[in-house]
């Protein structure tokens, strides 16, 4: 395995996972990007790179690599240097090399996701009854493998109980009235289907009836697998797989709402929020810094260390970039419970319903290569 490869390895890591050299003029339309927005999205995650080398990798995931934080320590120093496109190129040329990323497949999958804008309330009314939920005091990561074993090596969340731990109810089972009378409620929302796609985006902007509004992101799950709705319906023969779309999917489940219901529950996974600074600009990734609509790319943190930076492209992919095959430098800073697997990503297109648009389309081939650290060490000490 190459220098600076996540030593992590995939869920499904009997399957062979390979990470093979190629030069950067290999990449499709590398001399093209925007060399310079990707080195200031890349900069965004450096602080949080060096925390998470500090403190350590959570279980499961790979820790940033010695020449990952030389290039952050480097990035860093360049800080407030306005940089031509040829140096911020050469920056990335310099410390890292292009890997394309292999896993048993052909290519991989793009996919889009962005930050919806709903309308709420503080307070349940007649319009306003969907809850949208904090997160549970009793609610549990699971981080060893004692608990792993509890989990039967399938939650990522548990229940505190006592002194034991169990599952949590699951997405059927909460909006039954599992919680209820908890005092968890955060906001409540108009339409059920608008929360359920808010779970899978993962963060929200909710305008309220007093006129103000409050962003709210992601604050951990009930632990349940995620399941695919979409692909349950075409399973199921329900909806044509050439003509699924974020759009088609939420006109599919509100034309029959309680059958819609029944579906949504096929997804057992259930998110918790908690309200971001008023302040905050952007929303947050998993890495913690704010997203950048183009650059920031949902990965499996499994597999990707987030902070580093990847090159994706897709040449059916037209609509996400000005025109032409999408081909772009992009940085891991967030995860998603579909996003599973080395060849894997979705990306980050911003806020409201024009980003949402944009989202829904996007499911596309795509070829993914990492950008791995060079063993910078090696080469100052060769003669």
């Known amino acids: 395995m190459p ?40 900069l965004k995650s ?24 030389l290039a952050c320590k480097e990035a860093t120093a360049l800080r407030g240097n306005k940089l031509t496109p040829g140096e911020a190129r050469s920056f990335f040329e310099h410390f890292f090399e292009p890997h394309r990323v292999r896993h048993d497949q052909a290519q991989g999958i793009l996919t889009g996701y962005y930050e919806p804008v709903l309308e709420g309330s503080r307070v349940p009314t007649e319009r306003f009854k969907t809850p949208v939920y904090h997160r549970p005091p009793d609610l549990v990561d699971v981080i060893d493998e004692t608990m792993r074993g509890v989990a039967g090596g399938r939650l990522t969340h548990l229940r ?32 059920p289907v608008d929360a359920f796609f808010m779970h899978v985006q993962g963060s929200g902007r909710i305008r309220l009836t007093d006129g103000t509004s409050i962003r709210i992101g992601y ?13 349950y319906l075409i399973d199921q023969r329900l909806l044509d797989a ?8 939420a006109k599919w489940l509100r034309a029959e709402p309680e059958r819609g219901r029944r579906v949504m529950w096929q997804n057992a996974s259930f998110v918790f929020f908690r309200e971001l600074d008023k302040d905050a600009g952007a929303p947050k990734g998993a890495l913690g810094v704010p997203l950048t609509p183009g650059r920031s790319l949902a990965v499996d943190a499994s597999v990707h260390v987030l902070g580093s930076p990847i090159y994706v492209s897709s040449p059916t992919l037209t609509h996400a970039g000005k025109g032409g095959p999408f081909a772009r430098l ?22 409201g319903a024009a980003a949402g648009r944009l989202a829904g389309i996007t499911r596309h081939p795509g070829n993914f290569f990492a950008l791995l650290p060079r063993d910078l060490r ?5 003669p």
């Open 160 to 191: 505190r109980v006592g002194d034991r731990l169990e599952p949590y109810p699951a997405r059927a089972d909460i909006e039954q009235g599992a919680l209820s009378g908890m005092g968890l409620e955060l906001v409540y929302l108009a339409d």
């Open 330 to 351: 992009m940085i891991a800073q967030d995860v998603g419970s579909a996003i599973t697997g080395p060849e894997r990503g979705d990306i980050y297109f911003g806020s």
């Open 219 to 231: 604050d951990g799950k009930n632990g349940h697998p995620y399941t695919s709705i979409g692909r």
């Open 3 to 42: 220098t600076g490869a996540p030593t992590a390895q995939p869920k499904d890591s009997a399957r062979k996972l390979e990470f093979a050299p190629v030069r950067f003029a290999d990449l499709p339309g590398w001399s093209r990007d925007d060399h310079v927005a990707a080195l200031k999205t890349f």
């Open 46 to 69: 450096c602080e949080r790179v060096k925390a998470l080398a500090e403190r350590g990798a959570p279980a499961g995931r790979p820790a940033p690599s010695p020449g990952l934080l």
């Open 378 to 382: 090696t080469e100052a000490a060769a």
């Open 242 to 249: 050439d003509k699924i779309s974020l759009a088609s999917l």
